[in-house]
């Protein structure tokens, strides 16, 4: 049981939101099967807590996570994060252009790889 329902609650809100009510990804739902406790954490705490806090928009705060999803070459959780940046109005442009400007700081590779997995991302989202 989440510590703290309230945050919890706005945590679900707003992965149906960033998803558009579409089901987990893959990796998020062996989480909540492997380690459910972490899958709760990760709603409460990250979603419900760091995510909802207002001093940034969510359309900045999904600019933010694309880029040091980038830097990170964590590029699973960063094609999600590119269809969720596009849920939240993040155009196609916008979301070259910051893969474009990380590049200077994490490397050209990291962008070769970034922009490869953000045309899957486009792909399956239509765009």
Known sequence: MPRN????????????????NAPPPAGRAAIAELAPAMDELLTEVLFGRVWTRPELDLKIRSAVTIASLMALQRLPQLKQHILYGLNLGLT????????????WYAGVPTAVNALQ???EAFAEAGK
């Open 92 to 103: 196609r442009e916008e979301i070259v252009e910051i893969l474009t400007h990380v590049a």
């Open 5 to 20: 329902q309230a945050d919890y609650d706005e945590g679900v809100a707003l992965q149906k939101k960033l998803r558009r």
């Open 117 to 119: 997995v953000a045309k």
